[in-house]
Protein backbone atom coordinates (compact mmCIF):
# COMPACT_ATOMS: atom_id res chain seq x y z
CA UNK A 1 0.00 0.00 0.00
CA UNK A 2 2.81 2.46 0.69
CA UNK A 3 4.27 2.07 -3.00
CA UNK A 4 1.22 2.43 -4.53
CA UNK A 5 0.09 5.68 -2.17
CA UNK A 6 3.23 7.43 -3.18
CA UNK A 7 2.67 6.31 -7.27
CA UNK A 8 -0.70 8.25 -6.54
CA UNK A 9 1.44 11.09 -4.56
CA UNK A 10 3.45 11.83 -8.12
CA UNK A 11 0.73 11.87 -10.22
CA UNK A 12 -1.58 13.78 -7.89
CA UNK A 13 1.41 16.37 -7.88
CA UNK A 14 1.26 16.50 -12.00
CA UNK A 15 -2.66 16.83 -12.16
CA UNK A 16 -3.50 18.99 -8.97
CA UNK A 17 -0.03 21.19 -8.56
CA UNK A 18 1.28 21.60 -11.88
CA UNK A 19 -1.46 22.03 -14.60
CA UNK A 20 -3.38 23.63 -12.04
CA UNK A 21 -6.06 21.64 -12.19
CA UNK A 22 -8.55 19.17 -9.83
CA UNK A 23 -9.24 15.37 -10.39
CA UNK A 24 -12.17 15.23 -8.83
CA UNK A 25 -11.85 10.95 -9.61
CA UNK A 26 -9.05 10.99 -7.13
CA UNK A 27 -11.30 12.47 -4.30
CA UNK A 28 -14.15 10.31 -4.74
CA UNK A 29 -12.37 7.57 -4.58
CA UNK A 30 -10.77 8.76 -1.12
CA UNK A 31 -14.02 9.31 -0.34
CA UNK A 32 -15.59 5.86 -1.17
CA UNK A 33 -12.18 4.30 0.50
CA UNK A 34 -13.20 6.47 3.72
CA UNK A 35 -16.11 5.02 3.32
CA UNK A 36 -15.32 1.31 2.46
CA UNK A 37 -12.48 1.07 3.86
CA UNK A 38 -10.88 3.62 5.59
CA UNK A 39 -6.88 2.71 6.61
CA UNK A 40 -6.76 2.91 2.43
CA UNK A 41 -8.33 6.54 2.64
CA UNK A 42 -5.65 7.35 5.58
CA UNK A 43 -2.82 5.96 3.30
CA UNK A 44 -3.69 7.66 0.12
CA UNK A 45 -4.28 10.88 1.85
CA UNK A 46 -1.32 11.23 3.54
CA UNK A 47 0.99 11.13 1.17
CA UNK A 48 -0.93 13.65 -1.55
CA UNK A 49 0.66 16.66 -2.04
CA UNK A 50 -1.14 20.45 -1.28
CA UNK A 51 -3.85 20.81 -2.58
CA UNK A 52 -7.06 22.86 -2.98
CA UNK A 53 -9.57 22.89 -0.22
CA UNK A 54 -12.22 22.07 -1.99
CA UNK A 55 -10.47 18.99 -3.37
CA UNK A 56 -10.35 17.85 0.79
CA UNK A 57 -13.74 18.97 1.48
CA UNK A 58 -15.33 16.45 -0.44
CA UNK A 59 -14.15 13.64 1.88
CA UNK A 60 -12.46 15.64 4.91
CA UNK A 61 -15.65 14.73 7.02
CA UNK A 62 -15.25 11.30 6.90
CA UNK A 63 -11.45 11.20 6.86
CA UNK A 64 -12.02 13.03 9.69
CA UNK A 65 -14.42 10.75 11.99
CA UNK A 66 -12.83 7.34 11.01
CA UNK A 67 -9.29 9.01 12.39
CA UNK A 68 -10.91 10.05 14.87
CA UNK A 69 -12.43 6.16 15.65
CA UNK A 70 -9.29 5.02 15.38
CA UNK A 71 -7.92 7.32 18.10
CA UNK A 72 -10.45 7.12 20.75
CA UNK A 73 -10.55 3.53 20.42
CA UNK A 74 -6.74 1.76 19.93
CA UNK A 75 -6.49 -1.59 20.57
CA UNK A 76 -3.69 -3.01 22.10
CA UNK A 77 -1.96 -4.79 18.52
CA UNK A 78 -2.83 -2.35 16.08
CA UNK A 79 -0.80 0.68 17.06
CA UNK A 80 0.30 1.17 13.10
CA UNK A 81 -3.48 1.98 12.73
CA UNK A 82 -3.13 4.61 16.01
CA UNK A 83 -0.32 5.82 14.15
CA UNK A 84 -1.86 6.25 10.70
CA UNK A 85 -4.78 8.20 12.21
CA UNK A 86 -2.81 10.42 14.09
CA UNK A 87 -0.70 11.50 11.10
CA UNK A 88 -3.87 11.70 8.93
CA UNK A 89 -5.38 14.00 11.37
CA UNK A 90 -1.85 16.29 11.68
CA UNK A 91 -1.95 16.55 7.94
CA UNK A 92 -5.63 17.51 7.53
CA UNK A 93 -4.62 20.37 9.90
CA UNK A 94 -1.33 21.17 7.81
CA UNK A 95 -3.80 20.92 4.64
CA UNK A 96 -6.60 23.69 6.25
CA UNK A 97 -4.39 26.16 7.82
CA UNK A 98 -5.12 28.42 4.77
CA UNK A 99 -8.15 28.01 4.63
CA UNK A 100 -11.29 30.18 5.53
CA UNK A 101 -12.13 27.93 7.78
CA UNK A 102 -9.25 27.18 9.30
CA UNK A 103 -9.35 27.99 13.11
CA UNK A 104 -12.50 26.46 14.01
CA UNK A 105 -11.55 22.71 11.97
CA UNK A 106 -7.65 22.92 13.15
CA UNK A 107 -9.40 23.62 16.87
CA UNK A 108 -11.83 20.80 16.81
CA UNK A 109 -8.73 18.22 14.84
CA UNK A 110 -6.31 19.04 18.15
CA UNK A 111 -8.60 18.88 20.61
CA UNK A 112 -9.45 15.33 19.02
CA UNK A 113 -5.48 14.67 19.23
CA UNK A 114 -5.52 15.80 22.76
CA UNK A 115 -8.36 13.48 24.14
CA UNK A 116 -6.70 10.72 22.46
CA UNK A 117 -3.18 11.08 24.29
CA UNK A 118 -4.72 11.68 27.48
CA UNK A 119 -6.78 8.74 27.25
CA UNK A 120 -4.05 6.65 26.40
CA UNK A 121 -2.35 7.65 29.12
CA UNK A 122 -5.19 7.28 31.72
CA UNK A 123 -5.43 3.66 29.93
CA UNK A 124 -1.64 3.12 30.88
CA UNK A 125 -0.65 2.50 27.38
CA UNK A 126 1.16 5.56 26.37
CA UNK A 127 3.55 3.30 24.49
CA UNK A 128 0.90 4.45 21.74
CA UNK A 129 2.93 7.45 22.34
CA UNK A 130 6.08 6.26 22.76
CA UNK A 131 6.21 4.65 19.55
CA UNK A 132 5.65 8.16 17.91
CA UNK A 133 9.33 9.28 18.06
CA UNK A 134 9.53 10.01 14.80
CA UNK A 135 6.41 12.11 14.43
CA UNK A 136 7.90 15.32 14.78
CA UNK A 137 10.14 14.98 12.00
CA UNK A 138 7.06 13.88 9.67
CA UNK A 139 5.23 16.43 10.61
CA UNK A 140 7.79 19.19 10.40
CA UNK A 141 8.24 17.85 6.68
CA UNK A 142 4.56 17.87 6.05
CA UNK A 143 5.01 21.76 7.10
CA UNK A 144 7.58 22.73 5.07
CA UNK A 145 6.17 20.40 1.77
CA UNK A 146 3.28 22.64 2.53
CA UNK A 147 4.90 26.29 2.68
CA UNK A 148 6.92 25.15 -0.61
CA UNK A 149 3.44 25.54 -2.61
CA UNK A 150 2.49 28.85 -1.08
CA UNK A 151 3.68 32.33 -2.07
CA UNK A 152 5.20 34.75 0.05
CA UNK A 153 1.89 37.00 0.73
CA UNK A 154 0.14 33.56 1.87
CA UNK A 155 2.91 32.69 3.75
CA UNK A 156 2.99 35.69 5.63
CA UNK A 157 -0.55 35.74 6.19
CA UNK A 158 -0.61 32.55 7.75
CA UNK A 159 2.08 33.73 10.25
CA UNK A 160 0.70 37.28 11.12
CA UNK A 161 -3.21 36.01 11.23
CA UNK A 162 -2.90 32.71 13.34
CA UNK A 163 -1.87 31.26 16.63
CA UNK A 164 0.76 28.64 15.22
CA UNK A 165 3.38 27.30 18.16
CA UNK A 166 6.76 28.06 17.90
CA UNK A 167 8.13 25.24 15.52
CA UNK A 168 5.79 26.21 12.51
CA UNK A 169 5.88 29.48 13.05
CA UNK A 170 9.82 29.51 12.49
CA UNK A 171 9.74 27.13 9.56
CA UNK A 172 6.99 29.77 8.05
CA UNK A 173 8.74 32.84 8.82
CA UNK A 174 12.58 31.14 7.50
CA UNK A 175 10.57 30.28 3.99
CA UNK A 176 9.34 33.58 3.49
CA UNK A 177 13.10 34.68 4.18
CA UNK A 178 14.28 32.28 1.55
CA UNK A 179 11.93 33.41 -0.63
CA UNK A 180 12.43 36.78 -0.76
CA UNK A 181 16.39 36.38 -0.72
CA UNK A 182 15.97 34.71 -3.69
CA UNK A 183 13.89 38.36 -5.44
CA UNK A 184 16.51 40.16 -3.56
CA UNK A 185 19.52 38.44 -5.44
CA UNK A 186 16.99 38.37 -8.83
CA UNK A 187 16.34 34.37 -8.57
CA UNK A 188 12.72 35.09 -8.77
CA UNK A 189 10.91 37.87 -9.38
CA UNK A 190 8.32 39.24 -6.84
CA UNK A 191 5.80 41.66 -7.94
CA UNK A 192 5.76 45.10 -6.45
CA UNK A 193 1.98 45.22 -5.63
CA UNK A 194 2.50 42.13 -3.97
CA UNK A 195 5.72 43.38 -2.21
CA UNK A 196 3.01 46.23 -1.00
CA UNK A 197 0.49 44.08 0.53
CA UNK A 198 3.73 42.32 2.44
CA UNK A 199 4.63 46.05 3.85
CA UNK A 200 1.37 46.34 5.26
CA UNK A 201 1.00 42.73 7.04
CA UNK A 202 4.83 42.96 8.01
CA UNK A 203 4.16 45.95 10.20
CA UNK A 204 1.29 44.05 11.64
CA UNK A 205 3.81 41.65 12.71
CA UNK A 206 6.30 43.38 14.19
CA UNK A 207 3.99 45.40 16.91
CA UNK A 208 2.48 41.33 17.59
CA UNK A 209 2.99 40.13 21.30
CA UNK A 210 4.23 36.94 21.96
CA UNK A 211 7.26 36.69 19.06
CA UNK A 212 10.08 34.73 20.15
CA UNK A 213 13.86 36.64 19.80
CA UNK A 214 14.86 33.98 17.18
CA UNK A 215 11.85 34.16 15.19
CA UNK A 216 11.94 38.50 15.53
CA UNK A 217 15.26 37.99 14.32
CA UNK A 218 14.40 36.45 10.99
CA UNK A 219 11.45 38.59 10.66
CA UNK A 220 14.29 41.47 10.29
CA UNK A 221 15.74 40.10 7.86
CA UNK A 222 12.23 39.51 6.08
CA UNK A 223 11.75 43.63 6.50
CA UNK A 224 15.01 44.25 4.98
CA UNK A 225 14.15 42.16 1.78
CA UNK A 226 11.10 44.12 1.59
CA UNK A 227 12.51 47.60 2.54
CA UNK A 228 15.86 47.37 -0.16
CA UNK A 229 13.55 46.57 -2.45
CA UNK A 230 10.94 49.26 -1.93
CA UNK A 231 13.41 52.17 -0.90
CA UNK A 232 16.14 51.49 -3.43
CA UNK A 233 14.49 50.44 -6.14
CA UNK A 234 10.63 51.62 -6.14
CA UNK A 235 12.17 54.76 -4.91
CA UNK A 236 9.16 54.70 -2.36
CA UNK A 237 9.42 55.87 1.34
CA UNK A 238 8.00 53.31 3.78
CA UNK A 239 6.20 55.79 6.24
CA UNK A 240 4.69 53.04 8.10
CA UNK A 241 8.18 51.35 9.46
CA UNK A 242 9.48 55.13 9.79
CA UNK A 243 6.68 54.86 12.09
CA UNK A 244 6.86 51.77 13.94
CA UNK A 245 10.39 52.59 15.04
CA UNK A 246 9.53 56.14 15.74
CA UNK A 247 6.69 54.93 18.15
CA UNK A 248 8.05 52.54 19.66
CA UNK A 249 11.98 53.53 20.36
CA UNK A 250 11.11 53.76 23.85
CA UNK A 251 9.08 51.03 25.15
CA UNK A 252 10.67 48.00 22.66
CA UNK A 253 13.94 50.04 22.47
CA UNK A 254 15.64 46.29 21.55
CA UNK A 255 13.72 45.40 18.80
CA UNK A 256 13.52 48.91 17.37
CA UNK A 257 17.21 48.72 17.21
CA UNK A 258 17.29 45.26 15.53
CA UNK A 259 15.04 46.44 12.96
CA UNK A 260 17.20 49.47 12.14
CA UNK A 261 20.33 47.03 12.04
CA UNK A 262 18.68 45.21 9.43
CA UNK A 263 18.59 48.02 7.22
CA UNK A 264 22.04 46.88 5.53
CA UNK A 265 21.42 49.69 2.57
CA UNK A 266 22.14 53.45 2.58
CA UNK A 267 19.16 55.19 3.72
CA UNK A 268 19.30 57.96 1.33
CA UNK A 269 15.54 59.26 2.00
CA UNK A 270 15.78 62.34 4.29
CA UNK A 271 11.68 61.55 4.71
CA UNK A 272 12.65 58.51 6.78
CA UNK A 273 16.21 58.69 8.05
CA UNK A 274 15.98 62.14 9.73
CA UNK A 275 12.42 61.41 11.98
CA UNK A 276 13.53 58.41 13.03
CA UNK A 277 17.41 59.46 14.21
CA UNK A 278 15.65 62.83 15.77
CA UNK A 279 13.64 60.06 17.91
CA UNK A 280 16.12 57.07 17.95
CA UNK A 281 19.53 59.29 19.14
CA UNK A 282 18.40 60.35 22.14
CA UNK A 283 16.91 56.91 23.35
CA UNK A 284 20.45 55.44 22.09
CA UNK A 285 22.57 58.24 24.16
CA UNK A 286 19.91 57.88 27.72
CA UNK A 287 20.78 53.93 27.34
CA UNK A 288 24.61 54.35 26.21
CA UNK A 289 25.32 54.98 30.09
CA UNK A 290 27.57 52.18 31.28
CA UNK A 291 25.15 49.42 33.41
CA UNK A 292 26.32 49.64 36.77
CA UNK A 293 24.94 46.01 38.25
CA UNK A 294 26.90 42.60 36.30
CA UNK A 295 24.94 40.00 37.38
CA UNK A 296 22.02 40.99 35.13
CA UNK A 297 20.54 41.53 31.46
CA UNK A 298 22.76 44.08 29.94
CA UNK A 299 21.85 43.26 26.46
CA UNK A 300 20.34 47.16 26.35
CA UNK A 301 23.64 48.81 26.45
CA UNK A 302 25.16 46.61 24.01
CA UNK A 303 22.15 46.97 21.42
CA UNK A 304 22.90 51.64 22.56
CA UNK A 305 26.16 50.45 21.68
CA UNK A 306 25.72 48.81 17.90
CA UNK A 307 22.57 51.46 17.39
CA UNK A 308 25.13 53.87 17.59
CA UNK A 309 27.07 52.80 15.24
CA UNK A 310 24.56 52.14 12.67
CA UNK A 311 22.94 55.88 13.49
CA UNK A 312 26.42 57.44 12.34
CA UNK A 313 27.44 55.65 9.25
CA UNK A 314 23.73 56.49 8.02
CA UNK A 315 23.62 59.97 8.90
CA UNK A 316 27.37 61.04 9.55
CA UNK A 317 26.91 62.86 6.00
CA UNK A 318 23.73 65.16 6.67
CA UNK A 319 25.10 68.31 7.98
CA UNK A 320 21.80 68.70 10.55
CA UNK A 321 23.27 65.86 12.29
CA UNK A 322 26.80 66.76 12.62
CA UNK A 323 26.82 67.86 16.44
CA UNK A 324 24.84 65.18 17.59
CA UNK A 325 27.12 62.39 15.37
CA UNK A 326 30.03 63.52 17.15
CA UNK A 327 28.12 63.52 20.89
CA UNK A 328 27.05 60.32 20.13
CA UNK A 329 30.61 58.81 18.95
CA UNK A 330 32.10 60.34 21.97
CA UNK A 331 29.92 58.75 24.70
CA UNK A 332 30.37 55.68 22.84
CA UNK A 333 33.72 55.94 23.36
CA UNK A 334 33.63 57.15 27.10
CA UNK A 335 31.11 54.25 27.82
CA UNK A 336 33.49 51.60 27.06
CA UNK A 337 36.31 53.13 28.55
CA UNK A 338 34.36 52.92 32.02
CA UNK A 339 33.46 49.51 31.46
CA UNK A 340 36.67 48.69 30.98
CA UNK A 341 37.74 50.92 33.89
CA UNK A 342 35.22 48.50 36.07
CA UNK A 343 35.64 45.31 34.80
CA UNK A 344 32.50 44.79 32.58
CA UNK A 345 34.77 44.51 29.76
CA UNK A 346 33.88 40.60 28.50
CA UNK A 347 30.31 40.23 29.00
CA UNK A 348 29.26 43.71 27.40
CA UNK A 349 32.17 45.26 25.11
CA UNK A 350 33.19 42.42 23.54
CA UNK A 351 30.02 41.19 22.71
CA UNK A 352 29.21 44.79 21.26
CA UNK A 353 32.67 44.90 19.04
CA UNK A 354 32.00 41.34 17.72
CA UNK A 355 28.53 42.54 16.65
CA UNK A 356 29.77 45.86 15.50
CA UNK A 357 32.26 43.34 13.01
CA UNK A 358 29.31 41.58 11.69
CA UNK A 359 27.42 45.10 11.26
CA UNK A 360 30.33 46.31 9.15
CA UNK A 361 30.58 43.03 6.82
CA UNK A 362 26.80 43.65 5.53
CA UNK A 363 27.38 47.32 4.88
CA UNK A 364 30.60 46.99 3.00
CA UNK A 365 28.99 47.45 -0.54
CA UNK A 366 28.22 51.09 0.01
CA UNK A 367 30.66 52.26 2.67
CA UNK A 368 32.46 55.63 1.00
CA UNK A 369 35.10 58.16 2.42
CA UNK A 370 33.22 59.47 4.97
CA UNK A 371 32.06 56.19 6.50
CA UNK A 372 35.96 54.91 6.10
CA UNK A 373 37.51 57.57 8.35
CA UNK A 374 34.85 57.56 11.09
CA UNK A 375 35.16 54.11 11.21
CA UNK A 376 39.00 53.94 10.99
CA UNK A 377 39.08 57.06 13.92
CA UNK A 378 36.50 55.04 16.14
CA UNK A 379 38.64 52.07 15.92
CA UNK A 380 41.87 53.66 16.66
CA UNK A 381 40.51 55.48 19.33
CA UNK A 382 38.90 52.58 21.32
CA UNK A 383 42.40 50.35 20.65
CA UNK A 384 44.32 53.26 22.91
CA UNK A 385 42.30 52.74 25.76
CA UNK A 386 44.15 51.82 28.69
CA UNK A 387 43.43 48.55 30.37
CA UNK A 388 41.69 47.21 27.61
CA UNK A 389 42.40 43.40 27.04
CA UNK A 390 44.08 41.66 24.03
CA UNK A 391 40.79 39.24 22.97
CA UNK A 392 38.94 42.61 22.90
CA UNK A 393 41.83 44.30 20.88
CA UNK A 394 41.95 41.28 18.54
CA UNK A 395 37.84 42.07 17.35
CA UNK A 396 39.24 45.92 16.47
CA UNK A 397 41.66 44.34 14.68
CA UNK A 398 39.63 41.86 12.29
CA UNK A 399 36.95 44.90 11.99
CA UNK A 400 39.93 46.85 10.66
CA UNK A 401 41.24 44.07 8.73
CA UNK A 402 37.40 43.11 6.77
CA UNK A 403 37.23 47.78 6.15
CA UNK A 404 40.72 47.71 4.62
CA UNK A 405 40.12 44.39 2.39
CA UNK A 406 36.50 45.65 1.86
CA UNK A 407 36.16 48.97 0.92
CA UNK A 408 37.12 50.37 -2.03
CA UNK A 409 40.88 52.06 -2.99
CA UNK A 410 39.45 55.48 -3.64
CA UNK A 411 37.80 55.49 -0.44
CA UNK A 412 40.50 54.73 1.78
CA UNK A 413 42.76 58.37 1.37
CA UNK A 414 42.74 59.36 5.14
CA UNK A 415 44.00 63.04 5.68
CA UNK A 416 47.69 63.41 6.94
CA UNK A 417 48.30 61.86 10.36
CA UNK A 418 50.01 65.22 11.86
CA UNK A 419 46.98 67.23 11.35
CA UNK A 420 43.37 66.36 12.80
CA UNK A 421 42.03 63.37 10.85
CA UNK A 422 38.58 64.41 11.29
CA UNK A 423 35.83 65.11 13.91
CA UNK A 424 36.31 61.83 15.59
CA UNK A 425 39.89 62.91 16.54
CA UNK A 426 38.98 66.35 17.20
CA UNK A 427 39.43 67.75 20.84
CA UNK A 428 36.20 67.58 22.30
CA UNK A 429 33.99 70.55 22.94
Not at 143 to 163: P, Q
Request: aromatic share 10%; proline share 3%; charged share 25%.
Amino acid sequence: MRFLRRIVSFVAYDVVTLKKGGWDELSGCVLLLAETEPLKAFHVFIDLPPVDVEFIYRFMHKIVENAELVLLHPEQDRVEDWSLGLVTLVKMGVQLLDSERRLDLVKNLLSILVQSANELVAKGVEQFLEKQQDLGARLARAWFDHLNCLSSLEILSIFASTDLEERPRDMAIRRLNLLLSDHTSKKVKIDVPVMRQLQSLLISCLLKEGISESVFKVLGEVVYHVAYEMMNFQDETWFDLRDYIVSQSKTEFRRVVYIFQCLTMPLKDEEFVIPVMEKLLPEISTRLDPPREVLVDNSCWVFAFTGAFCSIIQVIEIPSHAKSVKEIAYKMIDSVRELVERGMEVGLVRRAFRDVENIVKKHLGWIGKSEFIFVKGMLWKLYEIKGMKMESKVVLWRINVVLQRGVAEQFKQLPNPKSELDWINQPED
